[in-house]
């Protein structure tokens, strides 16, 4: 009787029922300690060496902005976040074409072992990246599968050293990008249209639609959730890789395969800049988080 007065007497002045806000914000606070404790302190921490120039041993010394700047400035980090941005297209642009037919295919026709198919897009995920690109680097040898291939469909003068062509290797990186992505787009997007009420493409049939149409009409509107969940993955994956590039490539030949996450660890561990590494970190932790706040941002505006 005395709780039901008191949220009567909140109500009335103007106050949600339940808790005061701020008993909910002491529930929060577990969860918002080891958020900082493993997040936002090493951000600043990262934030704070990248303003030194420290070789990670001897006593540093203020660099100020000068990190930043030679970020700009260097052509071979401006290079990076190049390789970087040509990475996004293999990661996240063809892997939501691809994914974005295939499942439209699979949902509108039906297929009998779905939850299979599923599983068996889904693999690469499950594996390791590093196993992946051990066995892509394979394929990729001047003995290895692909030129094997090549070789058998009397197409020889295609076959080269696909890693270590300087034309070839940034792409070759790339398709190991879109293989191993594939498979998350492909499911999510399944799972997003399967939700679709059969309704709407009934409608659209009895209005002569084909099925083209029918696809950006009804499919593509239907699942803007997941495409900016999809997009917004695989957009990180692509920018924060590292281990496939370190297994297949080293950053070469030269630096034409060199990514901001393989410029961090050369530079903090094989060239003793930590201060720069940090730099880098941070410039790239801003960068992704900028596209992905644009990606939902625009996908939020499209939904509401």
Known sequence: MIRTRSSSVRARAGHPPGEPRRVAFLYLLPAFAVYAVFLLYPIGRAVHLSLFDWDGLSLGTWAGLDNYVAIVEDEGLRAAFGHALVLVLFYAVGPLVIGLTLAAILNHAKVRGLGFFRT??????????VVVAVAWRRVYAPDGTLN????ALGLDSLTRGWLGDHTFALPAVGVVGTWFETGLVTVLLLAGMSRIPPELYEAARLDGVGALREFFAVTLPSVRGEIAVALTLTVIAALRTFDLVYVTTRGGPGNS????SYEVYHRAFGLGQVGSAAAIGVTLTVVIFAISFVINRVADRELS
């Open 257 to 260: 395969t060199s990514v901001p």
């Open 148 to 151: 094997g291939l090549l070789g």
């Open 120 to 129: 068996v897009v889904f693999l690469p995920q499950v594996v390791a990246m």
